[in-house]
Every structure is written in C-alpha cells, then in structure tokens.
C-alpha cells in the first residue's frame, strides 16, 4: 500500500494550492529520519529549497502514560515518569514527587531535598551532553559526540552506583530517596566534578571558534521572543531570546534558593545562542553540583511520615509496626487529600509540569504532564518557514526536544 | 459570584470586576488560585488575563473527566505571568453531552496543539480552532483514551 491510500496519514498538504503558483515539491522527512531524534514527521513544502510551510506530524511514540497514571498507585507510577523524558529521568521523578508530596502536605528532610538538587544537575548535565553530542553530529561535527558520550558514560556509571539502574533510575520517591547515598558516593561524584569544567573547556575548543560551526548556526532558526511566548517555548529556547526566566529561580522548589548559580541569558535567539546558553549551563549545573556535594547537609535520606515512605528493611524485622506499614503501602498503598496541584520544575528542555487531580484514594484520579519538548515543538513550523531546507537539521536541532516527552 | 475567601484576592477580584457574571467560583488551595470561568465568557476572560493582567504564557490546556457525575467535563487552562512571577488556573465545566467550547487559539497561537490533544483524547470539540485534527492518536482511530468509561485495556487493535 503506498504511503497515500494507508488510512491515517495525513495527506491534505499535497492537495493545497502552491503559495507562489509555482509547482512545489511537497517532501516527506521522518519520523525514520536520523536527525529527527526519533519519530517526528515533518511535512515540507518546497519551492527549490526554500521552505513554504512545514506541518510537523508527531504522536508516532504515544504510549498512553496519562491513562497509565489513573490505576497506577501514587509510588508506583514513579517508574512511569523515567518513561516520559528518557534523556532527563531524574528530572520527571523530581516534578512528579514533589507534585505529590505539596498534596500530602510532606516535609522532605534538608539532605534528601539537596541529594535530589545534585542528582537533578547532573541530569541537567547528562541531558545537555547528548543534545550537545548529537546537535553537533547532525551537523557534521563528528568528533564532539564521542568527547560528550565520554563524560556522559561518567554521569551514568554515578547513576548506577546510586540506583542501580543507568538511565530508568527511579531514584526519588515519594518521601525522599529509594535507598540510601552509596557509601563512597562523595569521592565518585568530586572526581567527575573535578574533571568537568575542563571537558566543558575542550568542547568549546572543538566548536566555539569554528568558522564552520559558526556558519551553520549563526543567524540559523531565528525567533522573536514575542513568538516564542505566544507558542508556549519554554527553557534554553526562550533564555536565548533574552528572557530571564528559570523556575529554579523564580518558583524555587526542593532548596534550589539555597545554592549560588547564574541563568545564562543571550539576546541573538539563534541557534548559536541557544547553543551557548547550554554550555554556560552546563558550567552553571556543574557549580550546583560541586555546592552540593560539599556542603550536604546531615540526617535522613526520607521523610519521617511511616503511612507513606517505606520502612527500613531491618526495622521490618524487629518492629511490628513497621511491618504492618510496609504491608499496607504495598499492597494498598497511602491515600492523598483530595484536590489539585500544577508543581512546575526547570527540565532541561523547560517548563515541566505535573497538574495532579486527587480524589482522595489512593490512585490519581488524572494526571496531566506539560511537557517542555511538546510546547517547544510547536514553533518548529514558525521556526523554518521561509529558511532554506538546510537550516532544518540545525533548527531542530536547536531545539533539544525528546519525542518520548512529546508524545507521551 | 466571586466566593468570599477570595475577596482579599486581587486578581481574583480584577477579574470578578472586569466581568462578574464570568466568574462561577474559586478557590485558593495550597497557594495555588482557580477560577471557575462561565464557558460562554472564557475568550474573553483569557484576552483581559492576557493583554490587561500580563499573562503572556499560556502554559497549558487539558481537560478532567468526572464520569459519571455532570457536568462531566472540566477544561482547565494553566496561566502564567512572567513580569509578575505569577499562575492562576482557569476552569470551565461542560456538560457530558456533545461538550464543546470556544478555542483560546485567537488569544494565544500556542493553544493550538493543547486543544487538538484535549480533541483528541477527551473528545470536547473547540469552536473556532484553526486545525482541529486528532494529534495523537491515528486519525481514523474511533473513542477518546482518556475518557473515564474508555477501557484501560482490550481496546481493538
């Protein structure tokens, strides 16, 4: 069956009138496309190699998660967060907990609120040196991905040692942390961190200054800022159009107002700026980290609340108690108050919001994920319309989106 | 009518001034407001919230099924203010049958997709809207998944 007659597709763009009277060629790039990063479908129209429109098609990864949520216990759904952004699980864990967590009203003790702070930027990190990596390889830098896949190899293995798992982590949970820091946690993350900010240095080496470099990504993908607001961009995208906007900052949550950072603002809004708000946010990330590491606070990895958080495996032994909690959270897990949340957390990619409806059981009624790649997608087509179809690869680029966080 | 534990509100009080008859309800519960909207008024509450209030991000539209009560359906619009580090959820209820109401696309362009996932996936149907297609699911897929009576599994394949 040819692509035209499979039911489903979207079709009508070859059917539209040419915009210039001329003929245009209507192109078909993904969802199989390498630079897509996964499956997204853009529907080009072309007048030679100018773009007329674009129509992105995506939904080719949805999953369904929402749904899931609704028969998932509160402490199960965790691992369904990881799922969403594969490439910042942490991150989803974070929004996801601390939206539960304001229901139930928890307090989360000081060294699991900035142990989640450190393992979130080392996210940030993990997250920005793929994008970096594969941004740089779909424009032919081929050699800056392996230098990224090197430190990001480092991240995972810190990871594992914490949670056993390198990248659907599930390490926060309701509460606090799924298990106690690893012994030797300390010295790990310091000789990552130690190291990093001059593997940052070489990256800039390979790319900065490069005329080549600069010639693919300057003036490229250009936005105003009032566009980008109108559509919903949120994240590097918008702090290189020159707003300084971090939810870190602006709605701290978890004791982000504790530590000292920067948010890296340019004004050009291009791809090149956007590039350049990433790396100084990986130095910034890498300042947060090393603040954390050094002046993490004493006392409990979870919170004292016993008809939510897991007790300790040895109490269960020797305390009845503990026993009957571990049984009753397992097997019928905890209720929330009834009532609505939206917690927004600073993902890599932007605004990330969990809008949580409880109805009092112990299973959310809905669960509704804004999800920073699915807003930034949206400008794709205010982005390349009318550019040259070479400047898509770096346009999207640009853009850092996750199909998995997109679709859901 | 404005309830009164928001009267000491001001936005809440803003916008019961702008229009009274708009506002249904509301509530300030773990710091965050909600506006109960009348459908009918919620294009225009949007713009005043927009261009009066500085609500420039519009940052995201979905819906809540509360199958089987009525009015079934809650659309719910979460706002933000970046100038006055603000967010005020809006909400309007529709009734279960043919549930439709007006698109906020002409307020921000950025409502275009979160409507058409709303569309897709709960079946409330937005007047005016540019290109109102399903999104996500496949377009000759019959049902809306995250509707309370769509089964959670043993849907056809």
Redo the contacts between chains.
């Keep these: 069956m040819s692509e035209a007659e499979a039911?489903?597709?979207?079709t009508e763009i070859e059917s539209e009138e040419p915009v210039t009277g001329k003929r245009t060629l209507v192109l078909n790039m993904g969802p199989q496309h390498p630079s897509t990063h996964g499956v997204l479908r853009l529907l080009l129209e072309l007048d030679g190699e100018t773009i007329l429109s674009c129509r992105p098609d995506?939904?080719y990864l949805?999953t369904?998660i929402?749904?899931?949520f609704?028969?998932k216990l509160y402490q199960q759904a965790v691992t369904l967060t990881d799922r969403v952004d594969y490439l910042a699980p942490l991150s989803n864990n974070l929004g996801w907990c601390l939206a539960v967590e304001?229901?139930l009203?928890l307090e989360i003790p000081p060294q699991a609120q900035w142990m989640r702070v450190m393992l979130t930027e080392l996210t940030r990190l993990n997250s920005h040196l793929v994008w970096l990596g594969t941004h740089a390889l779909d424009i032919g830098a081929m050699s800056v991905f392996l230098y990224c896949f090197r430190e990001r190899e480092d991240i995972l293995r810190i990871f594992e040692a914490f949670s056993g798992q390198r990248m659907m982590t599930s390490y926060f949970r309701i509460g606090g942390l799924a298990l106690e820091p690893p012994r030797g946690w300390h010295e790990r993350v310091k000789k990552f961190i130690d190291v990093f900010p001059s593997r940052v240095d070489e990256y800039e080496d390979l790319l900065t200054n490069n005329q080549i470099w600069i010639g693919r990504t300057r003036g490229v993908g250009v936005m105003t800022l009032e566009d980008m607001?109108?559509?919903?961009v949120t994240g590097p995208m918008l702090r290189a159009g020159g707003?300084k906007?971090d939810a870190r900052k602006?709605?701290p949550y978890s004791s982000y107002d504790q530590f000292d950072f920067e948010v890296p603002v340019h004004t050009e809004s291009d791809v090149y700026a956007r590039y350049q708000v990433r790396i100084e946010e990986m130095r910034q990330s890498a300042r947060i980290v090393r603040q954390a590491m050094e002046g993490m606070p004493p006392g409990a990895w979870k919170a004292d609340a016993p008809h939510v958080v897991l007790p300790d495996r040895d109490k269960m032994k020797t305390q009845m108690e503990a026993l009957i909690y571990h049984f009753k959270i397992v097997t019928e897990g905890f209720r929330v108050p009834e009532?609505?949340?939206?917690q927004?957390i600073e993902s890599p990619r932007g605004?990330l919001?969990y809008?949580v409806?409880s109805d009092g059981t112990a299973k959310p009624?809905?669960v509704?994920m804004?999800t920073p790649s699915?807003?930034n997608l949206?400008a794709t087509a205010r982005m390349v319309e009318g550019t040259l179809i070479a400047n898509v690869i770096a346009a999207i680029g640009s853009m850092d989106f996750v199909l998995g966080d997109t679709?859901? | 009518m404005l309830p009164d534990s928001l009267r000491e509100n001001t936005l809440a009080v803003s916008v019961a001034d702008f229009d009274a008859d708009a506002v249904a309800g509301g509530k300030l519960?773990?710091g965050?407001l909600?506006l109960e909207i009348a459908p009918a008024k919620i294009v225009s509450i949007c713009g005043f919230l927009k261009y009066d209030r500085k609500f420039?991000?519009?940052?995201?539209v979905?819906a809540?099924?509360r199958y089987p009560a009525e009015p079934r359906f809650e659309v719910?619009y979460?706002l933000h203010s970046?100038a006055r580090?603000q967010?005020v959820?809006l909400k309007c209820r529709l009734r279960g049958a043919d549930p439709a109401i007006e698109s906020v696309t002409p307020v921000?362009?950025?409502a275009?997709?979160?409507e058409r996932e709303v569309f897709d996936?709960f079946g409330i149907r937005f007047l005016n809207h540019p290109d109102l297609?399903?999104?996500?699911?496949?377009?000759?897929?019959e049902g809306h998944?995250?509707r309370k009576d769509?089964p959670?599994t043993g849907a056809r394949i």
Excluded: A
């Design positions: 039911p489903g597709v979207t995506i939904g949805h369904g929402e749904k899931e609704e028969v304001k229901l009203g607001l109108d559509l919903g707003l906007i602006d709605e009532g609505e949340v939206y927004v605004e919001g809008y409806v009624w809905r509704h804004r699915f807003g949206q679709d859901r | 519960d773990r965050e909600t420039v991000r519009l940052s995201t979905t809540v099924d719910v979460h970046v580090n967010r959820r921000w362009r950025g275009d997709w979160y996936l297609r399903r999104i996500m699911m496949p377009d000759d897929w998944p995250l769509y959670i």
